[in-house]
């Protein structure tokens, strides 16, 4: 309720027309049995027409009345709950940006997606079902009790004999269902999950022949799903039915010690009729009532969830006064003494880095699978915090900058190469958002993409789908590369980003990338040793530590690892050749 309350406060013109729209039909509703009461008592009994005429009208006026509240009430309660699960839904779009790759990992891509779709929309149904009916119903109960109390207290003792079997269903179906509500949420979740990944990799699905154990496995969670939900179902619909078979008896009583109280002259038939019409809205909005009590668990789980995320204090934090302008310094990277483990992890990654680079540098990372390379470039951009040490950049500690001042210092191009749905062209300007056409023609060029972007169609306005699939692996990396290129940064880093070019491509982009980066520092982690050749500084990783620094010459000569990795490569035509740089 303490998310629902805090969305409404945004609202409180809304909220206050909710309340005017409840209390016209509040009136409305326990007005009209009265004015009958009065027509069958007073007018109908003595056959005067003028007063029946007279209450008719009243009945219409207020029948209007009732009518325009019910639209505002309507109106309004949508209304609000539309912008609440607005507001909700941009608030946790706006939390998941800042989150760190830890916090993704802990909720998962598919969790995030049932929460910001599935979980949002069960609030605004509840919201919904809150405004119009969990504000109204009390409102009517109390009225509706008070009014029953003043017209005849016998029956009034008869119909509260309902009361305790209504609150006793409404608390057993209370019960049931919040288990039932988080269990199906959870599959849902799994749903989401199973159903992503059979879309992302229906390729190597169909290579291995795992379309039937997809199925199957999708199928069982699916049933399982629908087991709970049909539970769910059956669970909150038997609410209903129980309510009217206890309302009916409470009537058949009613109706048997009313005939002989009207056979004794001590109730008349109009006020029967009225005592009827607000028994139904006492126990009518009693069961409106209970089913916003029954809708209660499932929404409570549905915003314990969106709170989760909302509440989540992201392991990495922008600081407040951030360093926006690190002055006029020539840029440079030093790492100090960096440990780094994984915050799920005890054990270190990386140990004991040292290492600097400075304008002009091209430093490459080589090294084994799982030695820590691409670990040792997301603490440059601050995709994690060191464990202890320190990364400068410009002289400063990366935690002390702004960060988006620090990672407009960096064109980073990642290991998987990911395009959004849209143009070529802003594809590459996701880099620099204002960029020249010819700016974006130029760092096309540059990552050796322009080629077979002019043989598409509508060339730079080619459309690319979800993820850019209708391009190849080695013509993302290209563009990938050219969004990097387009913003002229401080820093690259490319992050495996050749491995799925061919070496002639490789060679080209290397040779186009020295014309623009002697301003700049150049971090490259690479596999393959022809893509790292020339760099200033080869850094030789393994198991978290650096086992071999400088040239390929000198690695050639000083690093076992280097040399195996090579051995592994190269020819023993190209070692020699290499040998004699």
């Known amino acids: 309720m303490k998310l629902i309350i805090k969305y409404i406060k945004k609202h409180k013109l809304l909220f206050v027309l909710n309340l005017v729209g409840i209390l016209a039909f509040t009136l409305t509703e326990l007005g009209i049995p009265t004015i009958m009461a009065n027509m069958i008592n007073e007018g109908v009994s003595s056959k005067d027409f003028g007063f029946i005429k007279s209450q008719g009208f ?54 995030m997606i049932t929460r910001v779709s599935g979980d949002v929309y069960q609030l605004q149904l509840f919201t919904q079902m809150l405004l119009r009916m969990g504000l109204n119903s009390p409102i009517m109960i109390v009225a509706s009790a008070l009014i029953i109390l003043n017209t005849n207290t016998t029956l009034a003792l008869v119909m509260s004999l309902s009361i305790p079997f209504i609150l006793l269903v409404v608390f057993m179906v209370g019960k049931l269902s919040g288990p039932l509500s988080r269990k199906q949420q959870s599959l849902m979740d799994i749903l989401n999950r199973i159903t992503r990944e059979n879309i992302t990799g229906v390729r190597v699905i169909r290579a291995f022949r795992k379309d039937k154990d997809e199925t199957h496995r999708f199928s069982m969670t699916n049933k399982e799903y629908s087991e709970v939900s049909k539970k769910l179902f059956r669970v909150m619909s038997r609410a209903e039915p129980m309510f009217f078979f206890i309302l009916n008896v409470s009537s058949l009583l009613i109706a048997f010690f009313a005939s002989n109280m009207i056979q004794a002259g001590n109730l008349e038939v109009g006020t029967l009729v009225a005592f009827f019409e607000y028994q139904f809205q006492a126990l009518f909005s009693l069961l409106l009532f209970s089913i916003v009590f029954i809708m209660y668990p499932r929404a409570a789980v549905s915003a314990r969830r969106i709170s989760e995320v909302l509440d989540t204090v992201p392991l990495i934090q922008n600081p407040e006064n951030g360093i926006k302008d690190s002055g006029d310094v020539a840029p440079s990277v030093v790492f100090e003494n960096v440990d780094f483990a994984y915050p799920d992890s005890e054990a270190k990654v990386l140990t004991n880095i040292n290492l600097s680079a400075k304008v002009g540098d091209t430093v490459a990372f080589i090294g084994s699978t799982g030695s820590g390379k691409s670990t040792l470039i997301n603490l440059m951009v601050r995709f994690y915090d060191v464990t202890s040490g320190r990364v400068l950049v410009d002289g400063i500690d990366v935690r002390d900058y702004d960060l988006y001042a620090l990672r407009d210092k960096i064109g980073f191009i990642p290991q998987k190469a990911l395009l959004f749905s849209g143009s070529i062209s802003e594809n590459i300007r996701y880099g620099k958002e204002h960029a020249l056409d010819n700016e974006v023609q130029d760092s096309a060029y540059l990552a050796s993409a322009d080629a077979f972007i002019q043989a598409k169609p509508h060339k730079y306005d080619e459309w690319l789908s979800e993820g850019g699939s209708n391009v190849s692996g080695g013509q993302k990396q290209r563009l990938s590369i050219a969004r990097a290129l387009v913003r002229r940064p401080e820093i690259y880093i490319f992050d495996d980003s050749f491995s799925a070019l061919d070496y002639k491509t490789d060679a080209l982009i290397r040779k186009n990338l020295k014309k623009i980066t002697k301003d700049s520092i150049t971090f490259v982690v690479a596999q393959r040793i022809s893509s790292i050749v020339d760099s200033d500084t080869i850094v030789v990783m393994n198991e978290g530590e650096i086992v071999g620094m400088g040239t390929h010459l000198e690695l050639m000569k000083t690093c076992p690892i280097y040399i195996e990795i090579a051995q592994s490569q190269l020819s023993e035509k190209e070692m020699a050749q290499y040998e004699n740089i």
């Open 58 to 111: 009243m009945l219409l006026m207020i029948a209007v009345v009732g009518g325009l509240g019910s639209i505002l009430m309507s109106y309004t309660s949508s209304r609000i709950a539309s912008r609440m699960t607005r507001d909700i839904r941009l608030d946790m779009f706006k939390k998941s940006q800042e989150f760190s790759h830890s916090e993704y990992n802990e909720f998962g891509v598919s969790s």
